[in-house]
């Protein structure tokens, strides 16, 4: 069967939204390549003829989800200038842990990442430095940009380990899930007071 | 075939181990539990005499795993009286990062834990909280008890995410693998020297 470009495109998107959703409430090893086929109402042999591998996929999907998120987050920052402490205050959230389909993808698989091969490693490197780059943009401007880059590399790397540390406690102690995102949210931003201090 | 109590409690170590390895390397969802069995040198069958399911061998696994991270750590600290900066620089290392099977167990499977059921959350929990308790006792005693409890949690949160994000990238930008190390441990000591001057 011939299958028009647009038709094309659209099994591609489909594919790409339906691996994204299952990886991240999956894992990546928790999902088959046969499931994100039916999922996208098509066959295994259509994923094939657009993805070569569960990796590539899964690569590919990765970068696609997180665009998503990002273009959300733009958005939002859009509408008003939002300060570093808006910005965490969002990432770092409720509303963030308890969404795992809308949640940020790094936090989703970030100890599933350094597994996989070198193509899920660049795609979460390229997701990093451009998450990196925003967070680098809310920052006072006094502050070197050496300085902004390093505090924005803690901020995501920190926003990762709070969101995956208080999903996996959240069945257990609600309380200290909370409480895991307050304290990063807290030392982060008590970084940045100095940073703030030190730049005036 | 009858099999000593002995023989029993070398079987069940022996499971615990190869889980706990395995693990670690490939992840939960990564691993069946006939390789497990296979790798203990067992059977299917002696595994299942052993632990109802895969999900209540992994949550005893990680529980053991931690229990020999934590017995390493204190060895270490028993040596001198380690400072809290000592901690953090043992705990958010390259040779940390670098190694999968010794590495925290906390961070080599964090984002997957969410995913799972009550048996690995409460094993986390319990993992956790002992880890937060040995920081807290490395902090300075001037500093009040539920100050240095919240200084702790984001610690060890900010430490998962430092470790596993590292790894994440390593295949892909080394440098930025060990920027991400020093970025975390950073902010962590910067929200320590403030807790410190409002102690004093």
Known sequence: MRVSKK????????????????????GIDGVGVAEIAYEAGLTHGALYAHFPSKEALAAEAFSHGFAGNMA?????????????????????STHMRDDWEAGCPMAASASEIGRQGGALSASFTNVFEQFVEMIEGSLENAIPPARKRRLAIAAVAAEIGAIATARAVAK????????VLEAVREIICAAYKIEKARAE
């Open 7 to 26: 038709q094309a495109a659209e099994n591609r998107e489909a594919l790409l939204q339906a691996a994204n959703r299952l990886f991240r409430q999956r």
């Open 72 to 92: 959300n987050t733009k958005a939002w920052a859009r509408e008003q200038d939002r300060s570093f402490e808006e910005h965490l205050g969002g990432l770092i």
């Open 172 to 179: 257990t102690d609600s309380a200290l899930a909370d409480e």
